[in-house]
């Protein structure tokens, strides 16, 4: 949901949605249970700027787009 409305991410949890948030440049990746990363990276998100947020965000919902939702599913099952 953060990825379709082209939202920046902070994520911390394990496996896929990191994968996604990394793949997408949706955002930033602290490790799970870790207060000091997770800090870090919202101290890294608030030093970004707000348009690189922004850049983030459009990024991540070009990614949803693409990859996640229903019209792109379909275009690329079409291209099969």
Do not use: F, N, T
Request: hydrophobic share 45%.
């Amino acid at each position: 949901a953060v990825l379709a409305q082209a939202k920046p991410a902070i994520c911390s949890v394990p496996g896929d949605g990191a994968a996604v948030v990394e793949a997408s440049g949706a955002g930033w990746v602290a490790a799970p249970d870790d207060p000091r990363s997770m800090a870090e990276a919202v101290r890294q998100a608030v030093m970004a700027g707000s348009q690189e947020r922004k850049r983030r965000g459009r990024a991540g919902q070009a990614y949803y787009l693409e990859r996640m939702s229903l019209e792109g599913g379909a275009a690329r099952l079409a291209g099969i």
